[in-house]
C-alpha cells in the first residue's frame, strides 16, 4: 500500500490550495482515509476525515469551516480542499488509511503518505 500527497506549496493568507493523496494497493471501499498536519514543533493533529463512501465527514474545529474533504474511490485519490488559509495552517500535511478516534476512527494507522509542505505567508 502506498500513499502519495500532493499539491502542497506557498500561499498567501486568505488563499486556497487543493491537496491529493492519492492511493495505490488498497481496496478504496472499505477505507477510512485522515488528513492530518504537523507544524514545526508541534504534534501531528488530525484535521479531517473521510468515510469509505465519502458519505461522511468529520474535522478539527479549528479547520471546519474552511476544509472539505472529498474523495473519488474510483480515482483511488482522496482530496482536501484548503480555503481562507492562514498562517496557523502552516504544515506539513499527511494522509493516513484510519483517522484518529475524536474525528471517528480507531487511530490505527496502517500506511501513511510522505507528506506535503503548505507554507501560508505573505
Known amino acids: 500500500v502506498q500513499l502519495q500527497a500532493s499539491g502542497g506549496g506557498l500561499v498567501q493568507p486568505g488563499g486556497s490550495l487543493r491537496l491529493s493523496c492519492v492511493i495505490s494497493?488498497?481496496?478504496?471501499?472499505?477505507?477510512?482515509i485522515g488528513w492530518f498536519r504537523q507544524a514545526p514543533g508541534a504534534e501531528r493533529e488530525g484535521v479531517a476525515c473521510?468515510?469509505?463512501?465519502?458519505?461522511?465527514?468529520l474535522y478539527a474545529q479549528s479547520v471546519k469551516t474552511r476544509f472539505t474533504v472529498t474523495r473519488d474511490n474510483a480515482k483511488s485519490t482522496v482530496y482536501l480542499e484548503m480555503n481562507s488559509l492562514q498562517p496557523e495552517d502552516t504544515a506539513v500535511y499527511y494522509c493516513a488509511t484510519d483517522c484518529p478516534p475524536k474525528l471517528g476512527g480507531r487511530g490505527i494507522y496502517e500506511h501513511w503518505g510522505q507528506g506535503t509542505l503548505v507554507t501560508v505567508s505573505s
Open positions: 473521510i468515510s469509505s463512501n465519502g458519505g461522511y465527514m
Open positions: 494497493g488498497l481496496d478504496m471501499d472499505y477505507h477510512v
